[in-house]
């Protein structure tokens, strides 16, 4: 048997999950699991990495207290964001959060200096306001102190890598995520960094997942009183560990990671870096074993998630599974917006929002809590249609339905209403698709499994995936119609 620990922070958990390998059939534990809540101070909004750093010790306890005989660890999370190190080797400054503010503004400044066909050619990332190229311009233009004192950048996860292991290394899929990262020569783009005037000497040497990337160092291990634990490089961007998770059997297959962001696309061999990707905002994000994940952003449960927030916050608490049930009694298909309007990334007061939205479109918004929630959930299903479609179009491949995973999929409304929009099945699982992931690169690592497809077998065979046939397939037909005209999105 073969024990090792993922630790996988989402946007609002994180949660170490221990998994064990028995003749090819794999069982998770959930060790411990720790609020994952971004701090507001002043205008700025951070990570809260010190506390997540501390987490992750407290995960490492209780494997030892357990008496677990560790293999291995590995950290994934959310991408793009960063911390520096200062020359002395401390941290230095706080990590933003992508929502913050401060990169208002910056990807249109950037793309008035390198045009935007540039900046796709070299990297094949789409054009997110957030990411960490648009981030570094941001604190470039407010004269960041950090940007002078520090001597390497570090994602989230190699952060707290380092923290762990005195190693500083970047790892691939994070890598690619900053649109920094050039597929095709494989390595960080010199001539971006240099048109950006950003110092090469910030990024290190990339360590492709499944690489080992040190061990606990000795500090560490005298202060948890743990043995030197191998730390892995895994596909640390959580949308790499998730689509490594996709319980699939055939070589070309589409997916929709879905949780606080709806990810949909599929895996490539090499980066799709033509102009229709472009056009259509589709991005080439780095994967296990030298693949890319051509997919898009679609906004995802966020908006429900913040919807909740601010319900909360007027001192209504709903449970996401009376929400649910709350918008399967609202009229159906009676109102839509388009998930991915700007409207709806900052935190916020997202009712208002929707009402916006609709007043904007003409459309009558949504009034009851239900009516809200389903426009939600109804708008998200429409939307995983059209991008579902575009995914089709570049890859060239028709699929024969779709694999949800991630947290999304007890939203059991949700896959049956993507199963509806699409006309297509869903098959659903596993749920916690990034920390599986997170597992499994660890154990390709070790030999355990030959390669990924043996690795997803395994998956399939361990965890429930639920199937979602289509119905009601003329209205979600004239539904996708009229969703397209009202959001602008029909060609
Ligand atoms: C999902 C995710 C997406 C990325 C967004 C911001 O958790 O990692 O893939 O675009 O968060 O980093």
């Known amino acids: 048997m073969s024990s090792v620990l993922a630790f996988d922070l989402g946007a609002s958990s994180g949660r170490a999950l221990l998994g064990r390998l028995t003749d090819g059939r794999i069982e998770v534990e959930e060790l411990h699991r720790f609020s994952n809540d971004p701090v507001q101070v002043g205008d700025r909004l951070y990570w809260d990495i010190l506390r997540l750093y501390h987490e992750i010790k407290q995960g ?26 200062g020359k002395n080797g401390e941290l230095d400054g706080n990590p933003y959060h992508y929502r913050d503010r401060h990169t208002e503004g910056a990807m249109e400044r950037v793309m008035a200096e390198i045009p935007a066909a540039v900046i796709f050619a070299r990297t094949g990332i ?32 190699d952060l707290l890598r ?19 990262y050039n597929p095709v020569k494989d390595d960080w783009d010199a001539e971006l960094l240099r048109m950006l005037e950003l110092p090469k000497s910030w990024f290190g040497r990339v360590l492709k997942p499944g690489e080992l990337a040190g061990k606990l160092k000795p500090s ?48 490539v061999d090499k980066p799709v870096l033509h102009d229709l990707a472009q056009k259509l905002n589709f991005t080439n994000e780095g994967g296990f074993g030298n693949t890319f994940r051509l997919l898009k952003n679609i906004m995802g449960l966020w908006i429900l998630q913040e919807c909740r927030r601010e319900w909360e916050r007027e001192g209504r608490s709903y449970s996401f599974p009376e929400l649910v049930r709350l918008a399967s009694d609202a009229k159906p298909l009676a109102s839509f917006i388009d998930p991915d309007d700007d409207l709806f ?9 929707i009402e916006q939205y609709c007043a904007r479109t003409g ?72 920390a599986i992931g997170n597992l499994v690169v660890q154990w390709i690592a070790q030999g355990a499994f030959a390669d990924i497809w043996e690795a997803r077998r395994a998956i399939r065979e361990s965890f429930p995936v639920e199937t979602y046939e289509p119905s009601d397939s003329e209205l979600w037909v004239g539904a996708y119609r009229r969703f397209l005209t009202l959001t602008g999105l029909a060609e």
């Not at 055939?250 to 696309?265: D, I, Q, R, V």
Request: glycine share 10%.
């Open 60 to 85: 490492l306890l209780k494997a030892k207290h357990r008496g677990i005989d560790l293999q291995s660890m590995g950290i994934d999370s959310w991408a793009v964001d960063f911390g520096f190190i």
């Open 162 to 180: 380092y923290f762990l292991t005195g190693e500083m290394h970047n790892e691939f899929t994070n890598a690619t995520t900053t649109q920094l």
């Open 363 to 434: 459309q009558e918004a949504p009034g009851t809590v239900g009516e809200i929630v389903r426009c939600i959930l109804e708008s998200l299903a429409l939307k995983y249609r059209c991008v579902f479609e575009m995914t089709q179009r570049l890859s060239g491949q028709r699929f024969g339905g779709l694999h949800m995973v991630g947290g999304g999929i007890q939203n059991t409304l949700l896959c049956q209403w993507t199963a509806n929009a699409i006309g297509k099945p869903v098959w659903a699982g596993p749920s916690e698709g990034s």
């Open 345 to 353: 990334l900052p935190p916020g007061d997202m009712p208002a929002r």
């Open 126 to 157: 789409q054009f997110l306001p957030f990411n960490t190229i648009y981030q570094l311009y941001a604190l470039k233009q407010a004269k960041s102190p950090l940007l002078r004192e520090s001597s390497r950048l570090l994602m989230i996860p």
């Open 220 to 267: 560490v291990c005298e202060e948890l009183g743990v043995d030197p634990v191998p730390v892995y490089a895994v596909a640390e961007h959580d949308t790499g560990s998730a689509v490594v998770a996709v319980p699939a059997t055939e070589k070309s297959f589409a997916y929709l990671s879905c949780g606080t962001w709806s990810l949909m696309g599929t895996e």
